[in-house]
């Protein structure tokens, strides 16, 4: 079992008098930097002050979208924000980094219905879905406000769709094209009016929103974050129902799995769940869903959470955590322990 420590000193202060406002996704790549989107429309007039006109105060100017950072916390990049040829995210929410580099962005805004694929320099290569009206969970030329993705060997992308559809939703990663989605339980996806989330009532046959995550291990599960229905879905690839797990049922508020991310040793013995509602990191058993570990609490200090909404973990074993709602930072935390980590391939 890991153990983890905070380090205050993550990352370092931004440049260019820079400040973030919700973290909203958080993405390490296959060399441990760390991929953070945040929301700069998020920021009061108070904390973006030297950017009005005329400036009201020395501090600060909204930083970027998307920045990369390498361990020490040093911004290596930033880019992001309304171009030529796409439709960038109303409410920008994931981001992960594929295989081969690419940096992928999910938005949940009232019109988003898009997913864009980048370089990792910011240069746009291709948009899946369109920004409009919401459509349903049967429309498959569109998403509906799409929280986050993983991908696979097979050249596929799986979507959490979402905040507005009830569904994950699977296309081809380097042209686009539709290949399948499912519901809960593998059932084809509705959107059905729910009941609010009730701990005595049997489970809900249907996603509830937000589908906020989907994470792919490498022995073919796909486990899916059922946030507000405290649970995570499990599914083999081709889609078939493999079993669920339940997470700190009795919560009520906005549901305990936002985030998920996979132990990287041989097995992928643990899950990491990150619960924006009781503000703490989770270890589970990644065979039982079973709790082994936590860290983290509500408040505003160092290692404390306000809404904390994605994590990611790095090849060491360090866990990484982005903070919405007035949280609006990243944060890293130590891994420490008698723990053996499998090597990368090259």
Not at 85 to 113: C, F, L
Request: glycine share 10%; proline share 7%.
């Amino acid at each position: 079992m890991p153990t983890f420590q905070v380090d205050p000193a993550w990352p370092k202060p931004l440049p260019n008098n820079w400040i973030m406002g919700q973290a909203s996704g958080v993405a390490v790549d296959a060399d441990d930097h760390v991929w953070v989107i945040q929301r700069p429309r998020t920021l009061t007039d108070d904390e973006k002050a030297a950017s009005l006109d005329p400036p009201r105060t020395k501090c600060c100017k909204p930083a970027p979208p998307v920045r990369e950072f390498d361990q020490a916390g040093t911004v290596l990049r930033s880019w992001g924000g309304p171009g030529q040829g796409y439709d960038w995210p109303e409410n920008e929410h994931g981001i992960q980094v594929d295989p081969k580099g690419s940096v992928w962005i999910a938005g949940n805004g009232a019109n988003d219905g898009q997913l864009l694929k980048f370089t990792a320099d910011g240069r746009f290569v291709m948009q899946i879905g369109k920004s409009g009206p919401q459509t349903d969970s049967r429309d498959t030329s569109r998403l509906g406000r799409p929280a986050n993705v993983d991908f696979d060997a097979a050249n596929e992308v799986d979507v959490a769709d979402g905040y507005y559809n009830h569904r994950i939703i699977v296309f081809d990663s380097e042209t686009g094209a539709f290949k399948r989605m499912l519901g809960a339980y593998g059932r084809p996806p509705t959107d059905d009016k729910l009941p609010a989330y009730d701990p005595a009532a049997a489970p809900s046959q249907q996603f509830a929103n937000p589908v906020h995550c989907v994470k792919i291990a490498r022995d073919g599960l796909v486990y899916v974050c059922d946030r507000t229905d405290d649970r995570i879905q499990v599914f083999r690839k081709d889609g078939s129902f493999a079993k669920e797990m339940f997470v700190e049922t009795k919560t009520r508020a906005d549901g305990t799995v936002w985030e998920l991310a996979l132990w990287p040793d041989a097995d992928e013995s643990f899950l990491f769940n990150a619960d924006g509602a009781n503000n703490e990191v989770r270890t589970l058993s990644r065979a039982t869903g079973e709790t082994l570990g936590a860290f983290g609490r509500n408040g505003r200090g160092a290692g404390q959470f306000h809404w904390v909404h994605n994590l990611a973990v790095d090849s060491k074993g360090n866990v990484f955590t982005t903070e919405v709602d007035t949280g609006k930072r990243a944060q890293k935390f130590l891994a420490s322990g008698n723990f053996v980590l499998r090597k990368r391939t090259p």
